[in-house]
């Protein structure tokens, strides 16, 4: 009878403890999350932070756009007021998602979509998509549906719910470091300037565009790729947006048979009605001084191709 008892009472702290354990992880984890969707220095954040804006234009890519469009100087070329939406190294998934959050609270009224040449090939971008920034707004079924598809049902729903498990996952990218941007009140800005000061080696780009494993077409196409760029064209035919797609410039020209291949994929996608615009075979794109590698603008390549891009939509009006 006392061992029942005794046995009993062991039972009873144990579970005490192990709910006190619970408790405390889950206001930790509600505490860091709170952190992570306040914090004015994401990306993600702005979508919901940023008072509902109307924009002429809207730029979607990844680095090749981000470094090769200014903004500022497109909206002051064609009188249009103009969001980035690109950043460096994310492909057609995360594209295809911030898309959608950002026209379901904003809208615009043409989209400039990247073509990157190797955008819709499998394991082109290491990482194509920062689930981290996303799964403070998992209560979002937008964010859900979108982790589902590339990270899988399980470990979304692990994410949502089991308390600091994202927050021990992502601990370098999420969590404390949200309280310290809180704090110091950086506020980000789709709009600030590039980081493309570097002008590259003039040999060292030639052996770049050269290099077999770097043209399109070096690697096979990705099914969730091709899925979530025909998600982008139906984005922004549910909300009445004019698309003009772009197929950027690269140093040496995208006169190749690789690159008209590429681009031929893309037309194919796109269909008929919309607007396909590839960098004349100009001199600035077979000058050194306007890249920072064989795929990255630099300042001076970016300004010529984004007074290019302006003049391709004014000339649209």
Known sequence: MKRDRGRNLRWRRTTLFLLFVWLCLTINDGWLRLAARRNPGSRVNWLFQHPSTHFDLAILGSSMFKEGLDPFLLEQLTEKRTVQLAWGGRGLSEQALYLELFLARHSCSTLILELHPRGLELNVLPHPLDEFRYVAHLDQEIVRRHLRRSFGALRTQVWRIVPMWAMAEFSTQIGWHDWLALRRGVIFDPNAPADNDHTG?????????????????????????????EEILLLCQQHDVHVVAVYPPVSQGSDTTEDRLSLDRYRQLLGEGVTVWASPQADFQFDPNNFQDAYHLNRSGSRVFTEQIAAAISSER
């Open 201 to 229: 080696d003039a040999a060292i780009l030639v052996e770049q565009r050269r290099d077999p494993q770097r043209r399109p077409g070096a690697a096979e196409q990705s099914a969730l790729s091709l899925n979530c760029f």
